[in-house]
Every structure is written in structure tokens, then in C-alpha cells.
């Protein structure tokens, strides 16, 4: 079945550092992909998308490529705030009408990100 | 503002009660879904519904039921059937099943059993 796999977390960096959470996809079509963001105590909130190959979805500085020869949709930031402290989450909607899984979101475990300052 | 409005914020069950969480959205979106949060578990789906009057089971549906009777609804019933209801549950709409611009969520609903 269709799966997202996300880098083990909890990931610590302090303020002003890279980020990069990794995030891999199992997809029978050909999956939309997407990166939410989770604050404490709230709802998710889209951060970022990419619709097809070599698309490059941005953000509040977040970036993420789809590449499809690796089956990758990793997200990085070049300098984080403390404000970035989150949980974030990989996932994916498969776009190919008739599947079962057709516009059914399926998330990777999430990663928690604290920054330091 | 359009958006998704979950209500209550916190809510607590004692033993063998039923509880509706409820779900409204104004963004005029066919699909609506319910998914339930866990801690280091990610996000599970309970059930959905691409259109009203139907609905069907997603991969953690026993011990629920959902009704949807109105585009803009889509309430939770937790029964006393699911033997493990305190979770954090997140209610989600979408146009165009999603694909082009995902899912947009509401702030949720902090279910505890007493």
C-alpha cells in the first residue's frame, strides 16, 4: 500500500542552523505531495506542496523538490527560528483518479523539531 | 474568514458514554474527514465522506460513526465501543479530493475518558 516514511525524530538544532528532515513515499500512482506543520495544541496547517515531478514546493523559506527517481520529498530550511519549533509531517494524496486510495492523505509519523536559541 | 470550525476544544467521556465532536466547514468543499491523533503515532483516518448522505470506514473506524447529512457537517460520534478514545481528533476538508491543494484542518478536539 501506499506509505510515507519520515526521518526519526526528535530532531534539536539551534537557532540560525540548516535544516533537513528527510521524508521518503511508497505510491502505486502518482502521488501530490505535501508538507504540514503542527504547532502545540493546534490543528496542521500546510506549509509547502508539489503536484508533480521535479516541482519544487516554498515557503516562509522551507523548500522541498519532488523527486521521483529517489522517491524523496525531503524539507530544509536555510536558518531556523525558534518559531519553527514544531511537529512537521510528510504526506501524500494520490492524484490518479479510479484508485482506491484516490484523495486519501496518508502521513508519514511526523517529526518533532525544537530549536534553541 | 472561511474555515473549519471544531468544537468542543477539550472534552471529557467518563466510562460507557457516547460523545459528538463536532465538525463545520464554510469553504463549500465536498470531502470531509476525521482523523485521530496519538503520540508518536502520526495521524490515523477514521472515516470520510466525498459527498453528503455518504461516507465510508477508514482504517481505524470501529467504535465510531459519523453522519453527514449537510455539505458544511460532518460530526463524530465516539462510542462506547472504542475502548480507547482519549486522543486528539482533527477534523479536514477538501475540494477537488484533495489533490491539487491537500487538505485544510481545523484546530481539533482533546478527548479525555474520566
Known amino acids: 500500500g501506499d506509505s510515507v516514511t519520515q526521518m526519526e525524530g526528535p530532531v534539536t538544532l539551534s537557532e540560525e542552523a540548516f535544516l533537513t528532515i528527510n521524508c521518503t513515499y511508497t505510491a502505486t500512482g502518482y502521488p501530490s505531495l505535501f508538507w504540514y506543520v503542527q504547532y502545540p495544541g493546534e490543528g496542521l496547517q500546510l506549509l509547502l506542496k508539489?503536484?508533480?515531478?521535479?516541482d519544487k514546493g516554498s515557503n516562509k523559506g522551507f523548500e522541498a523538490t519532488y523527486r521521483k527517481e529517489t522517491t524523496s520529498f525531503h524539507l530544509e530550511k536555510g536558518s531556523v527560528q525558534v518559531s519553527d519549533s514544531a511537529v512537521y509531517f510528510c504526506?501524500?494524496?494520490?492524484?490518479?483518479?479510479?484508485?482506491?486510495?484516490?484523495?486519501?492523505?496518508?502521513f508519514g509519523q511526523g517529526t518533532i523539531l525544537t530549536v534553541h536559541p | 474568514d472561511g474555515g473549519i470550525t471544531q468544537s468542543p476544544k477539550y472534552l471529557f467521556r467518563k466510562e460507557g458514554q457516547n460523545v459528538t465532536l463536532s465538525c463545520e466547514q464554510n469553504?463549500?468543499?465536498?470531502?470531509m474527514y476525521w482523523y485521530r491523533q496519538d503520540p508518536g503515532q502520526g495521524l490515523r483516518l477514521i472515516y470520510y465522506s466525498q459527498i453528503v448522505n455518504d461516507f465510508q470506514k477508514g482504517d481505524i473506524a470501529e467504535g465510531y460513526s459519523v453522519s453527514r447529512e449537510k455539505k458544511e457537517s460532518f460530526p463524530l460520534t465516539v462510542t462506547s465501543a472504542q475502548k480507547n478514545p482519549t486522543a486528539f481528533y482533527l477534523c479536514?476538508?477538501?475540494?477537488?479530493?484533495?489533490?491539487?491543494?491537500?487538505?485544510?484542518f481545523g484546530s481539533g478536539t482533546r478527548l479525555t475518558v474520566v
Open positions: 469553504l463549500n468543499h465536498d470531502a
Open positions: 508539489a503536484t508533480k515531478a521535479d
Open positions: 479536514a476538508s477538501s475540494t477537488d479530493r484533495g489533490t491539487n491543494y491537500g487538505y485544510t
Open positions: 504526506a501524500l494524496i494520490l492524484s490518479n483518479a479510479g484508485g482506491t486510495s484516490y484523495g486519501k492523505l496518508t
